[in-house]
Structure formats: structure tokens, C-alpha cells
């Protein structure tokens, strides 16, 4: 019985077994179309990777390009701020070994490095342009030093026209030989000469407004609205160089106006001339508005080895003026210099010169000085100096005598 029931089941079962089996032909084909679909994927993920790789050859290079453009950028902006700004700088150092003959003051026996400059400019344009000057004087500044940190000049500049150009800002007055230009291989002497220190008074700056330019070949002009003079009459100051504010919140209650007019026509020629007014030199703090005038002129010629420097300078000043101090509304001086190059590396010159703040009085106040010396030009602006200078100044006043060093460069 069993085995008939065993019989009956594999008859039931075995022909739908047999149907459901692939035959090895369909096999085959089954295992060539999964080997043509791998084959597929991989030349995919092949063509992946090669785009994957391109795509990051691609990057670098674009990172690379863009890093090279920022540098050359950046480059070229740097490129482009350094050819259009300049640097530039001068110093001087003297000794000064000077007898007081008088015996109203001390002997001057001493080494000081005058001043030491540095120049900044930069052109925004072709048209404008800046310019600074920044001055340590004495080597050390700050409160019981002998020095100051000084800024001499610092300006805008722009050429309205090609003859005429518009400054605005801290700027040299344009008066006289050494107040625009007074590096130490320009000018002989160890000390700048007295006559443009104490008159004009050299070196001279103020804050405003200036105009400049040229009104036929050879010829220029320059005028300016600035700031002015400051005399403290509380103190009984009179003198000229005493009265300079360096735009330090200067008083401006009552500005001062110049004009400037110079002849270069001729080769190895200047002829100069200045103007200027200012109402009143107290600023408002005296009785009496002391206003003031100034006029100067100079000369200045060189032909081969010779060379020849003449100029003058007076102040004529309110009359009020000698209630704080007799004899202070005339102030004046003038000098004159020849001088003679043996070579182009040594030069010599002798220089007489007068100057008086209080040449107003019938006394004596006129001090007259001989300065007679050498430079020696190391290089084209770098200098060495040595002078012998005598004074003749009233007893009561400081007399010196003796010799100075120096050594100075500019560039």
C-alpha cells in the first residue's frame, strides 16, 4: 500500500519538476547576458573614473589659473603703487667749536645731528599727486629733550593746467634761497647762514592754500593764503622766528597772503622776489592789531666754477610793535656769496652778511658775521664742510668765533 501511495505521488509531482529546470543552453545565455551586463558596468564605471580624473585636472588647473591671476594681480597693483610713490631722505651732523667773545653766554663746544628727513610722495595721477616731509631734529624729541619730531610739509598737488598747478595742505613758504631748498649739498656752510634764519625766518612752513605756475618761458609765480605768524606779547616776543606756529593748531584769526615771483630765463640764473602781509603778528592777543610786511629779493648765479649768491630781507612792522619792544618794526638783513669750485668734488666760498631785529632804534643792535670755508662732495649729493666764522655783535649781545664741522647727504 505504501508503495502505491509513493507512486502516485511522483507521478503527481515529476512532470512539473522537469518544466520548471532551464536547459543548459538557457543557462548559457543567462551567464552571457550577465557577462555582457558586467562588461557594461565596468566600461561605465571606466568612463566614471576618466571623468572623475579629467574633472579634477580640470580643478587644479583652474585653481592653479586663479592663483596665478590673484599673484599677477596682486603683483601688478604692487608693481603699480611702488613706480608711482618715492622715497627720498637727508641728514646733516655738525660740530660746533665756538667761542662767546662777549662773555654775556657759554662757549659752544658740541656734536648734533641736526635733523634727520624722510621724504614720502606718490602720484594718484598724472595730474595729482602728494608729497610729505618728516623731520627729527636733535636726535631725540619728547618732553626735557633738545629735539622735536617736526612735519614740514604734506600736501596735495594738482596741475589744474599744464602751467599751473593748485596745492593744498602744510607747505614751505616760498620765500628767499634755502627755505624751498635747503638739503646740505646745496648750499655751502656748516650752519644755514643767520640772515635767512633770523629775518626770513628759514625754515618757514604753513597750512593752506597755494597757486603755482608759469606765466611765460622762464618765469614763474607762486602765491598763497596760509596760516601766519603767532608773537606771544605776553612774553615780549618781537622777533620774527619766534612768531612761527608750525601748524600746530595754529591761531588763524588772521591768515597771511604771499606772493612769490622768480626769473630762471637765463642758464645758471635765478632772480627772486616775495611779498607778504599778515594784519596782524599777535593773532588778536595785544592792544593793537601789529600788522606786518615782507619783502624780499635775491640772487643767485652760477657760470662754470663760479657762483654767486646776494640776497636781502626786511620786515616792516606796525610801529605798535616797539611798545613791547623798541626798535622791533624794522627787521632786516641781506648777505652776499661768492663761491668757486676747484673740481666738481671741492668748492670753496667766503660769505659777509648782516641782519638787525631791531633796526628800528638809533642803538647799536646790528650783528655782522664772515663765514669763509670748503665743501667736499664725496659723492653728487653727499657732502663734507668745514667753515671758520667771526662775529661783530654788540657787547651785550652773544659774539661767536671759531670753526664747524659737518657732513650731510640727501637723495
Do not use: C
Not at 246 to 259: C, F, I, M
Amino acid at each position: 500500500m505504501k508503495k502505491r501511495i509513493a507512486a502516485v505521488a511522483l507521478s503527481l509531482f515529476a512532470p512539473t519538476t522537469l518544466a520548471a529546470a532551464p536547459t543548459a543552453e538557457e543557462m548559457w545565455a543567462v551567464i552571457q547576458q550577465q557577462q555582457a551586463e558586467i562588461a557594461n558596468l565596468k566600461a561605465q564605471l571606466a568612463t566614471t573614473d576618466e571623468e572623475i580624473r579629467e574633472t579634477a585636472i580640470m580643478a587644479e588647473a583652474t585653481a592653479v589659473m586663479v592663483e596665478e591671476t590673484v599673484i599677477n594681480r596682486t603683483g601688478s597693483m604692487a608693481e603699480h603703487w611702488t613706480e608711482r610713490t618715492t622715497i627720498g631722505s637727508y641728514g646733516e651732523m655738525h660740530y660746533n667749536n665756538l667761542d662767546e667773545e662777549n662773555d654775556v653766554g657759554s662757549n659752544k663746544k658740541e656734536i648734533d645731528f641736526h635733523r634727520f628727513v624722510v621724504y614720502l610722495g606718490h602720484e594718484f595721477s598724472e595730474r595729482t599727486r602728494m608729497f610729505s616731509e618728516l623731520e627729527l631734529e636733535h636726535s631725540l624729541s619728547g618732553e626735557g629733550k633738545n629735539g622735536e619730531v617736526e612735519l614740514e610739509q604734506a600736501y596735495i598737488e594738482h596741475d589744474i593746467t599744464d602751467s599751473m598747478s593748485f596745492r593744498a595742505g602744510l607747505f614751505l613758504v616760498p620765500v628767499g634761497i634755502l627755505n624751498q631748498t635747503h638739503e646740505p649739498n646745496t648750499f655751502y656752510g656748516v650752519e644755514r647762514n643767520n640772515v635767512e634764519k633770523n629775518i626770513i625766518p628759514t625754515t618757514w612752513w604753513e597750512g593752506g592754500v597755494a597757486l603755482k605756475g608759469e606765466f611765460a618761458p622762464g618765469w614763474a609765480y607762486e602765491t598763497a593764503v596760509a596760516s601766519g605768524l603767532k608773537l606771544d606779547a605776553a612774553d615780549g616776543e618781537y622777533k620774527i622766528r619766534d612768531g612761527r606756529q608750525k601748524v600746530s593748531e595754529a591761531d588763524a584769526n588772521d591768515l597771511s597772503y604771499t606772493a612769490n615771483l622768480k626769473y630762471t630765463g637765463l642758464a645758471g640764473l635765478e632772480v627772486g622776489a616775495t611779498l607778504q602781509y599778515q594784519s596782524d603778528l599777535y593773532q588778536g592777543d595785544y592792544t593793537d592789531s601789529v600788522d606786518a610786511l615782507l619783502y624780499t629779493a635775491h640772487v643767485a648765479y652760477r657760470n662754470g666754477p663760479f657762483g654767486l649768491r646776494v640776497l636781502g630781507a626786511r620786515w616792516d612792522i606796525d610801529d605798535s610793535i616797539n611798545q613791547i619792544k623798541q626798535g622791533a618794526d624794522d627787521q632786516e638783513g641781506w648777505y652776499i656769496e661768492p663761491s668757486w669750485e676747484f673740481t666738481r668734488s671741492i668748492g670753496v666760498f667766503a660769505r659777509y652778511s648782516e641782519w638787525d631785529n631791531l633796526a628800528g632804534d638809533n642803538g647799536s643792535s646790528d650783528i655782522s658775521e664772515w663765514d669763509m670755508g670748503l665743501n667736499y662732495w664725496l659723492d653728487e649729493t653727499v657732502v663734507f664742510k668745514v667753515d671758520y666764522q667771526i662775529q661783530d655783535a654788540p657787547e651785550d649781545m652773544k659774539e661767536y668765533t671759531g670753526f664747524n664741522l659737518g657732513v650731510g647727504w640727501s637723495f
